[in-house]
């Protein structure tokens, strides 16, 4: 059996399975990856100055896991010919002997994605790799993704947690998402815009809107709106919603623009 396999699978952390630990070049301290690196220094780090995150392409030197000779960075350790990471990259100073992850390094993310190459595709606008979904089927917005999640404030572009693009082309990590669904939160966060198909919803406040004739006090006042989804301004008859005491008013155009006090996609100004 050649040496290059001998442990595989059998050495690394919660992280990665791989065969040796990296020398930090920040604080020279030895970790299995750079995330067990970034939990000591920040997470368990009491002293705010001593906080921070390993610069991932400054690794220099590793230390196989199976002979333990600190050396300088390649795949195939150099005293005993043990490979320490089937998936390697040498730009990015990584390893995994987890494959089926389908590792690939982006050249203009400048950094290891997961997923298999084939599925994404690199977006210059957006500034980062997209499934291939999303080909021209997505709406580019400058450095979409170099930027933090609008819900949780980490960093995105480098996030190791699925991201979501919704249709307005700004991004979310997907479980934050998840999170405002959950919320009944149906805007994106920055620009008010509907992040999800929202006909559904419409369609019930139709029915509502029909089932609910108007008191007398409120039956001529006109509310402006503007729609954050369609960018249109109009003056309409408003409806207040007796079923949900929650919204005020509500009121909508032939093309649905909804006028609701939780339904940011809309600014709200009442005549
Ligand atoms: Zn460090
Ligand atoms: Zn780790
Ligand atoms: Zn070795
Ligand atoms: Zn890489
Ligand atoms: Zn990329
Ligand atoms: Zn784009
Ligand atoms: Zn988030
Ligand atoms: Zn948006």
């Known amino acids: 059996m050649s040496r290059l396999t001998v442990g595989i699978g059998d050495y690394g952390c919660v992280h990665y399975r791989r065969r040796c630990r990296i020398r930090s070049p920040c604080c020279g301290k030895v970790f299995s990856c750079r995330h067990c690196h970034n939990d000591a220094m920040n997470l368990n780090e009491r002293d705010p100055s001593k906080r921070h995150d390993l610069p991932r392409h400054s690794v220099e030197r590793v230390i196989c896991s199976l002979c333990g000779s600190e050396q300088e960075v390649s795949q195939v350790c150099k005293k005993c010919q043990v490979c320490m990471g089937e998936y390697f990259c040498e730009t990015c100073k990584f390893f995994d002997d987890d494959t089926t992850k389908n590792q690939f390094h982006c ?106 004739p108007m008191p007398d006090i409120y039956r001529d006042k006109m509310v402006w709106i503007l729609c954050n989804d369609c960018g249109e301004s109009s003056s309409l008859f408003s409806h207040y919603c007796s079923e949900m005491p929650s919204m005020w008013f509500l009121q909508y155009s032939a093309d649905y623009c909804w006028l609701i006090k939780f339904f940011p996609q809309l600014i709200v100004q009442i005549l």
């Open 107 to 212: 050249v203009s993310c400048g950094i290891c994605r997961v997923g298999g190459k084939d599925n994404f595709f690199h977006c210059e606008k957006c500034g980062c790799c997209y499934s291939i979904q999303l080909q021209k089927r997505h709406f580019c917005v400058e450095n979409a993704m170099h930027h933090n999640c609008p819900v949780c404030f980490n960093y995105l572009f480098d996030s190791v947690d699925q991201i979501a693009v919704m249709p307005c082309g700004h991004t979310i990590h997907a479980f934050c998402l998840t999170d405002m669904y959950r919320h009944s939160q149906y805007s994106c966060p920055m620009c008010s815009k509907s992040v999800c198909d929202m006909s559904s919803m419409w369609d019930t406040l139709d029915r509502e809107v029909a089932a609910t």
